[in-house]
C-alpha cells in the first residue's frame, strides 16, 4: 500500500521523529520556530534511581577544567576514566584522569576500599563537600555505579558552571538483577545500536541484558559448525511492499547476523559498564528460522523458511539424539562467547500440534518415558540443563518450562503475569519477575495518536513503576528466590531504533528505580518530579526519550447549532498543562488549564504540559473547524465492545523505505466505533480504507478470530446507530481491491430519521485473509454538503 496523503503524513509522525527533526534542525522545530526547551534540574537532588540512603550538606563543590580527577588503582582509574568520558559528552567539560598521587586536592577521587566489602559488589559511598568529591566502593562495580549518580549530580547552573551539591550517599541495589531484553530476531539491531542499548543501560545501573538471538523470524549469531543457520536463518522476506525493491519488482530481503567477533565486542563493551550478558537461543519453539537452515531439525516433511509473519508458530524442532546434540553443539560455541552464569533455552509457546501428530515424536517419547508431550519439552529441557552445568553455566527459560519437571537448579522468568514466579519460588527455584502485564515495553505507554506502532493495550509509566516483583503473598522463606526483575521490548512493531528509544524511555527509567531502590524509597509522585531533570540528561545524552507522555492530548466536541466547540486536554503524566489560542507559543505565563474550553470555531489551540515553569517539551497545536469536527481517525475511534482482544497499532506493509501509514485495529474483530456522534443533520459517512497483508500467526487462538457472515462477493462495510448491537443504517459492498494507491473511499447513507448523539459502529464482514481491511479516516457528511442529486 502507498503512503497516504500529505494530511495524513503529518498526522502520523511519531515523537521520536519529530524528536529526530528537532536534532536535525539544530534545535528549531521544522517550522523554523524555537524548540521548547526541557525542564532545567530543579534545586531537589532530582536522582534516577533513588538511592538507599541520601543526606543533602550545605554548599556546592564547583567543576572546572582544572579540577583534578584521580583513581587509586588501576580499577578506580578505569572508572575514573569512564566518567570523565561521560561528563565531556552530557556537560562539554574535559577533565583529564590521572593516577592518584598522594597529594591532598581539591577535587575528585575514586577508590577502592576493601572494608566496603561486606556492603555487596554494586554498593558504594559518595561524598560531595566544598572541598572535593570522594567515592569508595568495595568493587568496580560499585564504583561504577557510584560515577553514575556523580554524572547526575553535575548538572549546569543558571551560570552555566557545573556544581556538585553537598551531599552523602551510601547506597546499594536492593535486585541482583536488573534487566532488560532486547530482541533482535525480528528486527536487526547492529552492533552500534546495541552498543548504545548498553549506554542507556548503565546510566541507570541496570546490570543484566538479555539477548534473544534466536526465533522464527530470524537467527542472529554465527555458528561455525552450522554456517546454514546465518547463510539461510538470518534473511527473510518482509510481506507485502516491504518485500519487494522499488527498482526492480524482485524480492527484498532483511538479513542480519552478529559474527563471534562481534559477540566478544560487545559482550566486553558490556562488562566494562558491568551487564552480563545473557544469551537466548529459543526451543523447541521459536524455532522457523533454524528449521529452514537444517530442515532435518523439523517435527513435519513440510520445508520453510525464515518467516515474514508475527505471532506464535507451531514449528518445533524434533525430539531426535541428532537434534539434541545440534543443540549442544550450537550452546558449545556460545558458551566461551559468554562469561556470565545463565543461558537463556526459552521454551516459551511451544505448541505442541506438530509433536501429537508426529509418529517419530511420539516413538521418541515412549523411548524416553515422557507420557505427555510438556514432559517430552521437559525431558530437552533437563538434557540441556545438564549440558549447561558441565560447563558451569545455569539453565534460565521462560515460564512455561514449569509445566513439565523441571532440574532443582534451573531459574524460572516468569512472564505469563507473577503466577509461575510464585510457583518456581514455592518449588525453590529462582525467579526473575518480567510479566507482559506491566513490563512489555513494546506495549503502547499512552493513548496519543502520536505514539509508534506496538500494541494498543496501554502499559503506562505509572504500571511500570508501580510493578512490585516481590508479590506480597509470597512467603518470607521464599522471596530471597526472587533474582530482580526485567523489562522485555520486542520488536515485531519496531522497525526503527527511534522507536526503539521511544519505547524504551521513560519506563525504563522506572524499571531501573524499581530494580535499584529500597522499596520504602519508591514513590511514583516524587518520581514525576525528579523526572524533568532527567529528561534534560537524556538529551544530553543522545537518548531519544518518547515524548508522547510529556506533551498534551485534546479532544474536542462541537455544538453544532452554536457554531462552538469543547476542548478537553490532558497530559499523560499529569503535569500542569497551559495554553493559548492566539496562535502564540505557551509560556509560564499562558493560562493555565483547570477545566474544558469553550471556543468559538474555527479555533487554534496550541498547549504544553510544564513543570517549574518550563515546558517538557514541544507544543502541540489543534485547529478545528465545523468540517474537521465532522471527521475521526482510527486513533479517535474506539474498539467496539464486542471486540476480541488483540488490539494491534499496526504499520503499513510499505512503501520498502521511509515512513508509512499506521493503523489501529483489532485483528480479532474489524470493528470501529465513534462513541456519541452527533447525527443531527448528517446524511451519510464517508470511511477511508485500505488493506495490508494479514501477516500473523495465532495457533491456538487463531478461532478467536470471528468474521461477520459476508452477503456479498467481497463482503459489506456496515454501519451500526446505538453501537454494534443496534440498528444497522446502512451497508454498503466492498470491492475486490483497492485503488492503486491501496486505499479506497465508501460512501454510506444514512436514513434521514437519524438524529441526536449516537454510539456509530463500522465494521467490515467476511474473511478477506491473506489480506485485511484498515480503517483510517471516517467522516460524517451533513445533508448540505452531498451533490445535488443525493437526497
Known amino acids: 500500500m502507498n503512503r497516504p496523503d500529505s494530511f495524513q503524513r503529518l498526522r502520523r509522525l511519531g515523537a521520536a521523529a519529530l524528536l529526530a527533526a528537532l536534532a536535525a534542525c539544530g534545535g528549531k522545530a521544522p517550522s523554523g520556530e524555537p524548540a521548547a526547551p526541557a525542564a532545567a534540574a530543579p534545586a531537589r537532588l532530582s536522582l534516577i534511581p533513588a538511592p538507599a540512603s541520601m543526606q543533602p550538606g550545605a554548599g556546592t563543590f564547583a567543576l572546572a577544567a582544572d579540577t583534578?580527577?584521580?583513581?587509586?588503582?588501576?580499577?578506580?582509574?578505569?572508572?575514573?576514566?569512564?566518567?570523565?568520558?561521560?561528563?565531556?559528552?552530557?556537560?562539554?567539560?574535559?577533565?583529564?584522569?590521572?593516577?592518584?598521587?598522594?597529594?591532598?586536592?581539591?577535587?575528585?577521587?575514586?577508590?577502592?576500599?576493601?572494608?566496603?566489602?561486606?556492603?555487596?559488589?554494586?554498593?558504594?559511598?559518595?561524598?560531595?563537600?566544598?572541598?572535593?568529591?570522594?567515592?569508595?566502593?568495595?568493587?568496580?562495580?560499585?564504583?561504577?555505579?557510584?560515577?553514575?549518580?556523580?554524572?547526575?549530580?553535575?548538572?549546569?547552573?543558571?551560570?552555566?558552571?557545573?556544581?556538585?551539591?553537598?551531599?552523602?550517599?551510601?547506597?546499594?541495589?536492593?535486585?541482583?538483577?536488573?534487566?532488560?531484553?532486547?530482541?533482535?530476531?525480528?528486527?536487526?539491531?547492529?552492533?552500534?545500536?546495541?552498543?548504545?542499548?548498553?549506554?542507556?543501560?548503565?546510566?541507570?545501573?541496570?546490570?543484566?541484558?538479555?539477548?534473544?538471538?534466536?526465533?522464527?523470524?530470524?537467527?542472529?549469531?554465527?555458528?561455525?559448525?552450522?554456517?546454514?543457520?546465518?547463510?539461510?536463518?538470518?534473511?527473510?522476506?518482509?510481506?507485502?511492499?516491504?518485500?519487494?525493491?522499488?527498482?526492480?519488482?524482485?524480492?527484498?530481503?532483511?538479513?542480519?547476523?552478529?559474527?563471534?567477533?562481534?559477540?566478544?565486542?560487545?559482550?566486553?563493551?558490556?562488562?566494562?559498564?558491568?551487564?552480563?550478558?545473557?544469551?537466548?537461543?529459543?526451543?523447541?519453539?521459536?524455532?522457523?528460522?533454524?528449521?529452514?537452515?537444517?530442515?532435518?531439525?523439523?517435527?513435519?516433511?513440510?520445508?520453510?523458511?525464515?518467516?515474514?509473519?508475527?505471532?506464535?508458530?507451531?514449528?518445533?524442532?524434533?525430539?531426535?539424539?541428532?537434534?539434541?546434540?545440534?543443540?549442544?553443539?550450537?550452546?558449545?560455541?556460545?558458551?566461551?562467547l559468554f562469561p556470565g552464569t545463565y543461558f537463556h533455552v526459552g521454551g516459551d509457546e511451544a505448541v505442541k500440534d506438530q509433536w501429537e501428530a508426529s509418529a517419530r515424536v511420539q516413538q521418541r517419547m515412549r523411548e524416553v518415558g515422557a507420557t505427555t508431550e510438556m514432559e517430552m519439552q521437559s525431558h530437552l529441557v533437563a538434557r540441556l540443563e545438564k549440558f549447561l552445568a558441565g560447563h558451569g553455566k545455569r539453565l534460565i527459560g521462560w515460564d512455561e518450562i514449569l509445566e513439565g519437571p523441571l532440574p532443582a537448579e534451573a531459574t524460572v522468568m516468569s512472564w505469563r503475569g507473577i503466577e509461575g514466579g510464585l510457583k518456581a519460588a514455592r518449588a525453590g527455584h529462582d525467579v526473575v519477575m518480567s510479566p507482559s502485564s506491566d513490563l512489555y515495553l513494546d506495549y503502547l505507554q499512552t493513548s496519543s495518536a502520536h505514539e509508534p506502532p506496538g500494541r494498543p493495550a496501554t502499559i503506562t509509566l505509572k504500571q511500570v513503576y508501580d510493578f512490585e516483583p516481590v508479590p506480597a503473598e509470597l512467603e518470607e522463606a521464599n522471596r530471597g528466590h526472587i533474582l530482580g526483575l526485567q523489562a522485555n521490548l520486542w520488536t515485531e512493531h519496531t522497525r526503527t531504533f527511534e522507536r526503539l528509544q521511544h519505547h524504551m524511555f521513560p519506563r525504563l527509567a522506572a524499571v531501573a528505580e524499581t530494580?535499584?531502590?529500597?522499596?520504602?524509597?519508591?514513590?511514583?509522585?516524587?518520581?514525576?518530579?525528579?523526572?524533568?531533570?532527567?529528561?534534560?540528561?537524556?538529551?544530553?545524552?543522545?537518548?531519544?526519550?518518547?515524548?508522547?507522555?510529556?506533551?498534551?492530548?485534546?479532544?474536542?466536541?462541537?455544538?453544532?447549532?452554536?457554531?462552538?466547540?469543547?476542548?478537553?486536554?490532558?497530559?499523560?503524566?499529569?503535569?500542569?498543562?497551559?495554553?493559548?489560542?492566539?496562535?502564540?507559543?505557551?509560556?509560564?505565563?499562558?493560562?493555565?488549564?483547570?477545566?474544558?474550553?469553550?471556543?468559538?470555531?474555527?479555533?487554534?489551540?496550541?498547549?504544553?504540559?510544564?513543570?517549574?515553569?518550563?515546558?517538557?517539551?514541544?507544543?502541540?497545536?489543534?485547529?478545528?473547524?465545523?468540517?474537521?469536527?465532522?471527521?475521526?481517525?482510527?486513533?479517535?475511534?474506539?474498539?467496539?465492545?464486542?471486540?476480541?482482544?488483540l488490539l494491534l497499532r499496526l504499520e503499513d506493509d510499505g512503501p520498502a523505505d521511509g515512513e508509512r501509514a499506521i493503523f489501529n485495529t483489532d485483528i480479532f474483530y474489524p470493528c470501529w466505533q465513534w462513541n456519541g456522534a452527533q447525527l443531527d443533520g448528517i446524511a451519510a459517512v464517508k470511511v477511508r480504507a485500505g488493506r495490508i497483508p494479514y501477516y500473523f500467526q495465532l495457533a491456538h487462538d487463531e478461532p478467536a478470530r470471528r468474521f461477520e457472515p459476508a452477503r456479498s462477493a467481497h463482503g459489506e462495510l456496515d454501519v451500526f446507530a446505538g453501537g454494534c448491537k443496534g440498528q444497522r443504517v446502512a451497508s454498503v459492498p466492498l470491492p475486490a481491491a483497492p485503488g492503486a494507491d491501496g486505499f479506497l473511499e465508501l460512501d454510506a447513507e444514512l436514513p434521514p430519521d437519524l438524529s441526536g448523539r449516537q454510539d456509530l459502529c463500522l465494521r467490515f464482514t467476511g474473511d478477506s485473509r491473506p489480506q485485511m481491511w484498515v480503517l483510517d479516516r471516517v467522516s460524517l457528511q451533513p445533508a448540505t454538503s452531498l451533490p445535488e442529486d443525493r437526497p
Open 68 to 336: 583534578p580527577l584521580q583513581g587509586e588503582g588501576e580499577a578506580a582509574l578505569t572508572v575514573a576514566r569512564q566518567f570523565a568520558t561521560l561528563l565531556a559528552q552530557g556537560r562539554d567539560l574535559v577533565l583529564e584522569p590521572t593516577a592518584a598521587s598522594g597529594e591532598t586536592r581539591r577535587g575528585i577521587v575514586f577508590r577502592l576500599d576493601p572494608t566496603r566489602a561486606a556492603a555487596g559488589r554494586e554498593a558504594y559511598l559518595l561524598e560531595v563537600t566544598g572541598d572535593g568529591v570522594s567515592v569508595s566502593a568495595g568493587d568496580a562495580a560499585g564504583l561504577f555505579y557510584g560515577a553514575m549518580t556523580l554524572l547526575q549530580l553535575a548538572t549546569l547552573d543558571d551560570a552555566g558552571q557545573v556544581a556538585l551539591p553537598a551531599v552523602r550517599i551510601e547506597d546499594a541495589p536492593r535486585f541482583g538483577w536488573r534487566g532488560f531484553m532486547l530482541d533482535p530476531a525480528r528486527h536487526f539491531w547492529s552492533v552500534d545500536q546495541v552498543k548504545q542499548v548498553i549506554d542507556m543501560m548503565a546510566l541507570h545501573k541496570l546490570n543484566t541484558l538479555h539477548w534473544h538471538l534466536t526465533d522464527d523470524q530470524g537467527w542472529r549469531v554465527e555458528i561455525k559448525q552450522y554456517p546454514k543457520l546465518t547463510e539461510v536463518g538470518a534473511c527473510r522476506i518482509p510481506s507485502g511492499d516491504g518485500g519487494i525493491e522499488p527498482a526492480t519488482g524482485q524480492p527484498r530481503r532483511y538479513c542480519g547476523f552478529y559474527t563471534q567477533d562481534q559477540v566478544r565486542d560487545v559482550v566486553a563493551y558490556a562488562g566494562e559498564r558491568h551487564i552480563t550478558v545473557v544469551p537466548e537461543v529459543n526451543v523447541p519453539g521459536h524455532a522457523t528460522a533454524a528449521i529452514a537452515a537444517y530442515p532435518e531439525l523439523g517435527s513435519t516433511d513440510r520445508r520453510l523458511v525464515p518467516s515474514s509473519e508475527w505471532g506464535v508458530f507451531p514449528n518445533l524442532v524434533n525430539a531426535e539424539e541428532e537434534t539434541y546434540r545440534f543443540l549442544e553443539n550450537v550452546i558449545a560455541e556460545l558458551i566461551p
Open 515 to 645: 530494580g535499584w531502590s529500597p522499596e520504602a524509597r519508591k514513590d511514583y509522585a516524587d518520581f514525576l518530579q525528579r523526572l524533568p531533570a532527567q529528561l534534560r540528561r537524556w538529551q544530553r545524552w543522545n537518548i531519544g526519550y518518547a515524548l508522547t507522555p510529556f506533551q498534551v492530548d485534546a479532544v474536542a466536541e462541537d455544538d453544532r447549532a452554536a457554531g462552538t466547540a469543547r476542548a478537553t486536554l490532558s497530559n499523560p503524566l499529569g503535569y500542569e498543562i497551559r495554553y493559548t489560542t492566539d496562535g502564540q507559543e505557551p509560556g509560564a505565563d499562558s493560562p493555565l488549564y483547570s477545566a474544558p474550553v469553550d471556543l468559538a470555531l474555527p479555533a487554534k489551540l496550541r498547549a504544553a504540559a510544564f513543570f517549574e515553569g518550563r515546558p517538557l517539551a514541544p507544543a502541540r497545536g489543534f485547529d478545528w473547524d465545523a468540517a474537521s469536527l465532522l471527521s475521526r481517525s482510527d486513533e479517535q475511534l474506539a474498539a467496539c465492545p464486542e471486540s476480541g482482544s
